[in-house]
């Protein structure tokens, strides 16, 4: 048997980096690859770690190498859309070794230095043509092995012969039948590069993040005006031009506004007479049918009229409905289909959701940005009384271009002149609330909402004095009131006379007046006489749970007991069941977290801050709607599909288990400075490490572990990337009310007393190590008698 052995070396150590400026004479080429700083040939071109050297190949050529030793780079400007996401570079990375039998051969690779990590997105692989090889995966010389895999074939094979190419994250083998081959293989013939080019992402690497990058303005390479600091996965950071600013950010004055785009339209505005369907589908401007009705070529649609009306786009794909205000192409997939998706639909096209036989298109009506389109009016699209909207590719984040939109209050085509017109929202309950109407008539409308004067708002607040005020949130300030029958009451007080802010206030009185449960912020009323509404709640004493879990006061954080975080987590998930299925409407939060629980005198907890709330029908399964949510608590389905269900507010409420598990915030950084996403760090370590490196120490201090086991997984369950597999929210407190029933009276496995913290000492009962009787499917089975 031979055997291949692949190490992995270490990158080299971090070097100080000095930002310089490009001398005029450093060359821009190599070959046909283009040079931009911070790459450059020779020391004087580049910044220390990106020095590149053009070698001489053979035919008159040129080899563009990186490194000692040197690999080959085949793009620096890779993926193409890099300057919208992460950058890195194309190179040739492969290994081809020939064994003999009984022999070991050894490769090590080692990064061509410490600002660069092979990326994610590379093919790893390892080719075996032959018998008995056996490759294993090292890191350096330590004898850690990561993983191995062995080829064996029936009866003896003389020649051997193995690839190994790019192994960082799985080793895997393909074993090619000595008989299908025609002739002996040799794998050097082949042309790697076809097949084995890996990406490498780069990054300044001198310092952990932009924080410690900015501050040290002698090393700081993002030197251009309109130029920003983005933090890399592989550590240290990049930079990029500010958005609707192109060049380089890497030198003094690289970022600047593009040059006048060139005219891309068919035609401004559509010809008369335009035919606007076909079969059942309507066509609206900004496509087409026929020339002069269309906006641009990428969305000139063909009408086959035999055997039945089919719309298709350029590229045959069948068009089954078109989406103006929400920018949606919904498409059929190509039965014979050979490429990826993107390479079918145009560059103003980006997948928005797959549904098996249907995709999702999102588009755009121009490549330019918002900033750049509203500078050439010439050319930009958007009516009056409509909205520029961005438009990126959901999986990478690359810009598409943007689209129009109708304004909050009117309706029709953006895309045509005075197409957008003054709607009368009250004719469309189902989209909006109608303004000085806000106040449900209907008898499920909760008891006591008022309309309040602003005279008496201002009384009771003392003409909004900042002695009263109590907090402050992303959209308004929070007041503390006392009525003139004594009621304490929070005023919320929008900052921004904006169609947004007033929407909002609309939606969330809307919502609450149908909102009754000892769990849910109570709303008094509100007040209409000012441009804003100001809502009138009452008032919450403690702040929220996230000021308690992860906010020190003297120096350290409060203890909060298992049994208080336990009930915390049972009223929430109260809250959000009553939400979803027992109010007179269903209600979708879309902004569950920790901030937005507020904590009363007692601790109680009360589910806030409904702005972005949406009603549902009972029968109606998913809403489609823009994205909206806080980045940590956003379910992943959501953000990459737009639809929105019951199963996203159990995501977000996952995190907040996470939360009272760990006290570590939703996005917390680890011991090496970097910036984690929680629900993703805590299901990788979960199955790694021993639950007691897990979880908040003071709760293994106090509870059994087979509780707090309990509570983790039902926290991986609500985290699940597919939908189908969380549970609901009247699933989820059923689980937490049982396991409060056979909560533990586990006497401490730490030193010092059990404390509640919120309440005070907790003598610890005597008795054994647990009290729990009954197994997990009792306790099922049991859950009929859990009080409610």
Same mark, same amino acid.
């Given at each position: 048997?031979?055997?291949?052995?692949?190490?992995?070396?270490?990158?080299?150590?971090?070097?100080?980096?000095?930002?310089? *400026?490009?001398?005029?004479?450093?060359?821009?080429?190599?070959?046909?690859?283009?040079?931009?700083?911070?790459? +450059?040939?020779?020391?004087?071109?580049?910044?220390?770690?990106?020095?590149?050297?053009?070698?001489?190949?053979?035919?008159? *050529?040129?080899?563009?190498?990186?490194?000692?030793?040197?690999?080959?780079?085949?793009?620096?400007?890779?993926?193409?859309?890099?300057?919208?996401?992460?950058?890195?570079?194309?190179?040739?990375?492969?290994?081809?070794?020939?064994?003999?039998?009984?022999?070991?051969?050894?490769?090590?690779?080692?990064?061509?230095?410490?600002?660069?990590?092979?990326?994610?997105?590379?093919?790893?692989?390892?080719? #075996?043509v032959g018998c008995s090889v056996k490759a294993a995966l090292f890191i350096e010389d330590?004898?850690?092995?990561?993983?191995?895999?062995?080829?064996?074939?029936?009866?003896?094979?003389?020649?051997?012969?193995?690839?190994?190419?790019?192994?960082?994250?799985?080793?895997?083998?393909?074993?090619?039948?000595?008989?299908?081959?025609?002739?002996?293989?040799?794998?050097?013939?082949?042309?790697?590069?076809?097949?084995?080019?890996? &990406?490498?992402?780069?990054?300044?690497?001198?310092?952990?993040?932009?924080?410690?990058?900015?501050?040290?303005?002698?090393?700081?390479?993002?030197? /251009?005006? !309109?130029?920003?600091?983005?933090?890399?996965?592989?550590?240290?950071?990049?930079?990029?031009?500010?958005? +609707?600013?192109?060049?380089?950010?890497?030198?003094?004055?690289?970022?600047?506004?593009?040059?006048?785009?060139?005219?891309?339209?068919?035609?401004?505005?559509?010809?008369?007479? @335009?035919?606007?369907?076909?079969?059942?589908?309507?066509?609206?401007?900004?496509?087409?049918?026929?020339?002069?009705?269309?906006?641009?070529?990428?969305?000139?649609?063909?009408?086959?009229?035999?055997?039945?009306?089919?719309?298709?786009?350029?590229? +045959?794909?069948?068009?089954?409905?078109?989406?103006?205000?929400?920018?949606?192409?919904?498409?059929?997939?190509?039965?014979?289909?050979?490429?990826?998706? &993107?390479?079918?639909?145009?560059?103003?096209?980006?997948?928005?959701?797959?549904?098996?036989?249907?995709?999702?298109?999102?588009?755009?009506?121009?490549?330019?940005?918002?900033?750049?389109?509203?500078?050439?009016?010439?050319?930009?699209?958007?009516?009056?009384?409509?909205?520029?909207?961005?438009?990126?590719?959901?999986? &990478?984040?690359?810009?598409? +271009?943007?689209?129009?939109?109708?304004?909050?209050?009117?309706?029709?085509?953006?895309?045509?002149?005075?197409?957008?017109?003054?709607?009368?929202?009250?004719?469309?309950?189902?989209?909006? *609330? @109608?303004?000085?109407?806000?106040?449900? /008539?209907?008898q499920s409308a909760g008891d006591g909402t008022n309309i309040f004067s602003h005279e008496?708002?201002?009384?009771?607040?003392?003409?909004?004095?900042?002695?009263?005020?109590?907090?402050?949130?992303?959209?308004?300030?929070?007041?503390?009131?006392?009525? &003139?029958?004594?009621?304490? #009451? %929070?005023?919320?007080?929008?900052?921004?006379?904006?169609?947004?802010?007033?929407?909002?206030?609309?939606?969330?009185? /809307?919502?609450?007046?149908?909102?009754?449960?000892?769990?849910?912020?109570?709303?008094?009323?509100?007040?209409?006489?000012?441009?804003?509404?100001?809502?009138?709640?009452?008032?919450?004493?403690?702040? *929220?749970?996230?000021?308690?879990?992860?906010?020190?006061?003297?120096?350290?954080?409060?203890?909060?007991?298992?049994?208080?975080?336990?009930?915390?987590?049972?009223?929430?998930?109260?809250?959000?069941?009553?939400? !979803?299925?027992?109010?007179?409407?269903?209600?979708?939060?879309?902004?569950?977290?920790?901030?937005?629980?507020?904590?009363?005198?007692?601790?109680?907890?009360?589910?806030?801050?409904?702005?972005?709330?949406?009603?549902?029908?009972?029968?109606?399964?998913?809403?489609?709607?823009?994205?909206?949510?806080?980045?940590?608590?956003?379910?992943?389905?959501?953000?990459?599909?737009?639809?929105?269900?019951?199963?996203?507010?159990?995501?977000?409420?996952?995190?907040?288990?996470?939360?009272?598990?760990?006290?570590?915030?939703?996005?917390?950084?680890?011991?090496?400075?970097?910036?984690?996403?929680?629900?993703?760090?805590?299901?990788?370590?979960?199955?790694?490490?021993?639950?007691?490196?897990?979880?908040?120490?003071?709760?293994?201090?106090?509870?059994?572990?087979?509780?707090?086991?309990?509570?983790?997984?039902? %926290?991986?369950?609500?985290?699940?990337?597919?939908?189908?597999?969380?549970?609901?929210?009247?699933?989820?407190?059923?689980?937490?009310?049982?396991?409060?029933?056979?909560?533990?009276?586990?006497?401490?496995?730490?030193?010092?007393?059990?404390?509640?913290?919120?309440?005070?000492?907790?003598?610890?009962?005597?008795?054994?190590?647990?009290?729990?009787?009954?197994?997990?499917?009792?306790?099922?089975?049991?859950?009929?008698?859990?009080?409610?």
């Open positions: 048997m031979a055997t291949l052995v692949l190490g992995l070396l270490a990158a080299p150590s971090p070097t100080a980096v000095s930002v310089k *400026t490009r001398g005029s004479s450093c060359s821009d080429r190599c070959g046909d690859i283009s040079i931009s700083y911070p790459f +450059g040939i020779g020391p004087e071109c580049s910044l220390p770690g990106f020095n590149l050297t053009c070698a001489a190949g053979a035919n008159n *050529t040129s080899n563009l190498l990186l490194g000692n030793p040197s690999i080959e780079v085949w793009d620096l400007d890779w993926p193409p859309w890099a300057h919208d996401s992460f950058p890195a570079i194309l190179t040739n990375i492969s290994y081809f070794v020939k064994l003999a039998p009984a022999q070991n051969y050894f490769v090590h690779w080692e990064a061509p230095g410490r600002s660069f990590a092979i990326s994610g997105s590379s093919n790893m692989a390892l080719f #075996v330590s004898g850690v092995e990561l993983g191995n895999c062995y080829v064996a074939c029936i009866g003896s094979q003389v020649g051997i012969e193995a690839q190994a190419a790019r192994g960082l994250e799985e080793v895997r083998s393909l074993i090619t039948d000595p008989e299908l081959v025609d002739g002996p293989l040799d794998l050097q013939r082949h042309n790697s590069a076809d097949i084995y080019l890996a &990406t490498l992402s780069w990054a300044i690497p001198n310092q952990l993040n932009c924080k410690r990058a900015m501050e040290d303005k002698a090393t700081y390479a993002c030197v /251009s005006n !309109h130029s920003i600091c983005q933090e890399a996965p592989i550590g240290g950071y990049v930079c990029t031009c500010s958005q +609707g600013f192109d060049g380089n950010p890497y030198v003094v004055n690289g970022c600047i506004l593009p040059a006048s785009p060139s005219p891309e339209y068919e035609t401004m505005q559509p010809k008369a007479n @335009c035919p606007t369907s076909c079969g059942n589908v309507t066509v609206s401007f900004p496509f087409g049918l026929e020339s002069g009705c269309f906006a641009n070529l990428q969305m000139y649609l063909v009408c086959n009229p035999e055997p039945a009306p089919v719309l298709q786009m350029l590229g +045959g794909a069948v068009v089954t409905n078109i989406s103006i205000d929400q920018g949606i192409l919904h498409v059929l997939k190509p039965s014979n289909q050979s490429h990826s998706l &993107t390479d079918i639909y145009p560059s103003l096209y980006a997948i928005s959701g797959d549904w098996g036989g249907r995709v999702d298109l999102k588009w755009a009506v121009n490549s330019s940005t918002c900033l750049v389109a509203t500078v050439y009016k010439d050319s930009y699209r958007c009516s009056s009384y409509s909205d520029c909207i961005e438009v990126t590719d959901n999986k &990478t984040q690359a810009r598409v +271009g943007y689209r129009c939109k109708c304004s909050p209050g009117f309706g029709g085509n953006p895309y045509i002149k005075d197409g957008c017109t003054d709607i009368d929202e009250c004719m469309l309950p189902d989209e909006y *609330t @109608c303004n000085e109407q806000l106040i449900s /008539s209907d008496e708002l201002e009384k009771a607040t003392n003409n909004f004095d900042r002695s009263r005020v109590v907090g402050h949130g992303g959209h308004g300030t929070v007041y503390k009131g006392i009525l &003139t029958d004594q009621r304490v #009451v %929070a005023i919320k007080r929008s900052k921004l006379v904006a169609e947004i802010e007033i929407e909002q206030c609309i939606n969330e009185v /809307s919502i609450l007046s149908h909102v009754n449960h000892r769990n849910v912020v109570k709303l008094y009323g509100c007040c209409l006489e000012t441009e804003i509404p100001l809502l009138v709640y009452e008032f919450i004493s403690n702040g *929220t749970l996230y000021d308690i879990l992860h906010r020190e006061q003297n120096g350290a954080l409060l203890p909060v007991s298992w049994e208080e975080r336990l009930r915390i987590s049972i009223e929430i998930a109260s809250a959000l069941a009553y939400l !979803h299925s027992a109010a007179s409407v269903s209600i979708l939060h879309r902004d569950v977290k920790s901030m937005n629980i507020l904590l009363n005198d007692s601790y109680i907890a009360k589910v806030s801050d409904f702005g972005a709330s949406r009603s549902i029908p009972i029968d109606q399964t998913h809403l489609v709607t823009a994205v909206q949510g806080t980045f940590g608590y956003l379910d992943p389905e959501y953000y990459h599909t737009g639809q929105l269900n019951e199963k996203s507010d159990v995501y977000s409420f996952g995190v907040i288990l996470l939360e009272l598990l760990t006290r570590k915030k939703p996005i917390f950084e680890n011991g090496n400075g970097e910036r984690q996403n929680l629900s993703n760090y805590f299901l990788w370590v979960i199955g790694e490490r021993p639950l007691e490196e897990v979880v908040d120490e003071q709760i293994m201090c106090e509870e059994s572990e087979e509780a707090i086991v309990s509570m983790v997984r039902l %926290a991986e369950e609500c985290l699940s990337l597919t939908r189908g597999d969380r549970p609901t929210m009247k699933d989820v407190e059923m689980r937490l009310q049982m396991l409060r029933v056979h909560q533990s009276v586990a006497p401490p496995r730490c030193d010092g007393e059990r404390t509640s913290g919120l309440g005070g000492a907790v003598p610890v009962p005597a008795g054994r190590h647990g009290s729990r009787q009954y197994s997990l499917e009792q306790e099922f089975l049991s859950s009929a008698r859990v009080p409610r």
